[in-house]
Each structure stands twice: as structure tokens, then as C-alpha cells.
């Protein structure tokens, strides 16, 4: 039967990783790769993920299977982390939260789950968004509408065109957002917009879905938090993505949650049951290891104020990076103005450079960054700086 087969193209960025570990280049830098780097390009294990382990192997008396659901203090706590607790204890009789194995097992599982409560359900997504959004919306047969989202040249929102858009949504149709820290663009919505976002959500009866991936990496775990928590306490109906790699730095432990909030507390039993029956389709139980260290985090006040630091330290290195970056360019007298790097959140922003220009970076200087010029501000640290401007000052010069 395996002769059918045909072999398929390696992912962009799976494909990139690959010729970065294979380069020889000593100056080489990853740009590419959407994982946080600290200052001597490592994505290290966080003090207090460290010490969360610690305690777990000391008390741990059982591996047997959590549930379909996972760990219930996790995802209660995962759930007062996204959105607050007051808000939390207010929508608690409307509200259900699974545990989910990471963000992409957050979005398979809620792409399944809307199948079965609409399989006629569209949903729109912004262009540009995170390339593996589509691939894990459509494998459960969800149709997929783009709304203009990301002004390339002039690097704003196309706010008004967005909504434009939206306005052809109709009321069985859903809305993915990026709740903060918008990959690949990293431009947010205000909160002015939020507002208008809300306000349209209620007129046309749209649900709104959300990908919560860095609360924490913009401008604060609260403040990441703003529009997730005004479109909860305003909607009806709300479905939240929220994932602990990033901001835990747990990556390889595949550990986040699914946030279902209804618009009555009798459709909650329906709702638990159809995300346990779904989940038990797919990979029938979550991981524990992720969840349970979060959960130690986050019930320990000490161990959850060492983490915030942590976070912090984290938020404010990639906004150092940020403003390191343009400064650096702007002393190299490069003609192009890079100053909104500055103004967006998280991990991500485009350069703003063409195809051309970006494999001159990847071929001429071995800095490596996908096609879209999206880069990771995080593979940046003060031993190659120097080098990345020296290297996009002779690309753009080379293509003026």
C-alpha cells in the first residue's frame, strides 16, 4: 500500500533548522526557529520550572492515566491565569477548561469540536497568521475565510479593511484572533480596537476564537490578557487556545488549554462531554509532566512570583532586542526606516525585505530567516548583532 505514497516538501521552517545545524558558517545566526533564545542562543529550562521538577519527583507516587480532561487544578488555574480571577470565579457556571497537549493539540482539539457543533462553520483567520493555523483548522474539514489583517509597507493594521471584511461573516461563522504577541507580524490590536472588535462580534453573532500563545511576552501577563478578558465578560460564547510553552519555556512537554465559555451553564455538560469523547479520539489522555508543573507554579505564591520574574526578564530582553535593533540600523545609516520594530510585541516582526533579499541573508551571510522576512527578535544577542546589521546593510545596499 506504501507504494501510493509521495514524498511531500519539509515544512519551511523545519526545512530552515535543518540548514542552520548543517552550515559551517561560525557567524551563522538563527532568526528562523520560533522558540525564545537568551543571551547566549540557548532556550533554556527556567529556575522555576527547575524547581517545580524538583518537588515532583519527590512527591509523585503514581504515572497512571490524568483523564481525558487532564489535571482539574491545572485547569483551573490555567483558566485564572487567562482570565483573571475575579472574571474567572464570575463566568465559573459558564465556563469549561480541558487540559490539551500544547497550543497545536489546543487547536486540533477546538477545530474537532467545532465541527460537530457546526460542520458548516467558516472561519476566518487574518493574513497574514501562523502558517500552521490553516493545516489545523482544515484537517477537520472547517472552511477557511482570510480578513485583511497586516499593511506590508506601511507596517499597521489594516484595521478598517478588517472589519470591512468581517462584515461578511455571518452569525454561524468564527473569528480567530491572536490574543497578544501576533506571529508572524507582531502587531496587536489596540484596545481601542478590541472594543470595535467586541462591538462587532455582538452584531453579527460571530464566536470568537482565540489563540492565546505568549500572554506574558508583550506588555504583561495582565495586560496581554486585555482582550480575551473583554470579549469573555462581553460575548455570549468565547473559545480560548492558551499554551505554556512560551511563556513556561515548556516546549517539548506539550502542555496547554482549551477554554470553552457558553452562553448558558446547561450547555456545559454537552460541552465537557463532547471535548472529553474527542479527546479520547485523538490522543485519548494528555501529558501530566507539562501540567504539573504549572500547577505546582502557579499554587505557590513564592514559586509563581520567581517565575513572573523570570517572564519579565524574558519580555524585556526581546523589547531591549527591539530597540537595539533599530538603533543599530539607524547608526549604519540604512537608508530604510525599521522604527516600527519597535512598536510591535513579542517574539515576531517582518523585516520587510523580498524573497531576493532574504536568501541573500541565508546564502551571502548565513543568517537565516524564513521567506516572509519574519523573524525571531530572541535569536538576537549582543555577540551577533554587529553581524546581522553589517549583513542586511550590504543586502539592501546590494538591492538599492
Known amino acids: 500500500m506504501f507504494e501510493s505514497l509521495t514524498s511531500l516538501n519539509a515544512d519551511p521552517i523545519l526545512g530552515l533548522m535543518a540548514a542552520y545545524r548543517a552550515d559551517t558558517n561560525p557567524e551563522k545566526i538563527d532568526l528562523g526557529v520560533g522558540v525564545y533564545m537568551d543571551s547566549r542562543g540557548r532556550t533554556p529550562v527556567m529556575a522555576a520550572v527547575k524547581e517545580a521538577e524538583t518537588r515532583i519527583l519527590a512527591t509523585q507516587d503514581t504515572k497512571s492515566y490524568v483523564g481525558p480532561a487532564g489535571d482539574a487544578v491545572f485547569d483551573e488555574l490555567m483558566a485564572h491565569l487567562l482570565l483573571g480571577e475575579s472574571l474567572s470565579g464570575k463566568l465559573h457556571s459558564r465556563r469549561y477548561t480541558i487540559q490539551v497537549p500544547g497550543g497545536c493539540g489546543g487547536l486540533r482539539l477546538a477545530a474537532e469540536f467545532i465541527a460537530k457543533a457546526n460542520s458548516d462553520a467558516r472561519i476566518w483567520v487574518s493574513n497574514p497568521t501562523w502558517p500552521n493555523h490553516i493545516p489545523l483548522l482544515g484537517a477537520a474539514n472547517l472552511k477557511i475565510e482570510t480578513y485583511p489583517y497586516y499593511d506590508y509597507e506601511n507596517h499597521v493594521i489594516r484595521f478598517d479593511e478588517m472589519i470591512s471584511t468581517l462584515k461578511n461573516a455571518n452569525s454561524s461563522d468564527l473569528l480567530l484572533l491572536h490574543g497578544c504577541c501576533h506571529n508572524p507580524c507582531g502587531a496587536d490590536l489596540s484596545r481601542d480596537q478590541w472594543h470595535a472588535v467586541k462591538d462587532l462580534a455582538l452584531e453579527k453573532g460571530i464566536t470568537v476564537f482565540i489563540d492565546m500563545a505568549y500572554q506574558g511576552l508583550g506588555d504583561g501577563l495582565d495586560d496581554d490578557a486585555f482582550g480575551v478578558r473583554l470579549l469573555a465578560e462581553s460575548l455570549p460564547e468565547l473559545i480560548v487556545v492558551s499554551s505554556c510553552s512560551k511563556n513556561f519555556g515548556l516546549y517539548r512537554e506539550r502542555v496547554g488549554a482549551l477554554t470553552v465559555i457558553c452562553q448558558s ?8 462531554s463532547q471535548l472529553a469523547a474527542i479527546a479520547r479520539g485523538i490522543y485519548s489522555m494528555p501529558p501530566d ?47 530604510t526606516d525599521f522604527g516600527f520594530i519597535t512598536q510591535e510585541k513579542g517574539m515576531f516582526s517582518f523585516l520587510g525585505i523580498d524573497v531576493n533579499q532574504v536568501r541573500q541573508l541565508t546564502e551571502n551571510y548565513s543568517v537565516y530567516l524564513v521567506d516572509s522576512s519574519r523573524i525571531n527578535l530572541a535569536g538576537i544577542n549582543d555577540g551577533n548583532i554587529d553581524y546581522l546589521v553589517a549583513s542586511l546593510t550590504k543586502v539592501l545596499a546590494e538591492n538599492q
Open 265 to 272: 451553564p446547561s450547555h456545559v455538560p454537552a460541552v465537557s
Open 289 to 335: 509532566h507539562g501540567a504539573s508543573i504549572v500547577r505546582v507554579i502557579l499554587q505557590d505564591p513564592s514559586l509563581r512570583s520567581n517565575w513572573e520574574l523570570e517572564l519579565t526578564e524574558m519580555r524585556d530582553r526581546i523589547n531591549s532586542l527591539r530597540a537595539s535593533l533599530v538603533q543599530r540600523l539607524r547608526d549604519a545609516r540604512v537608508k
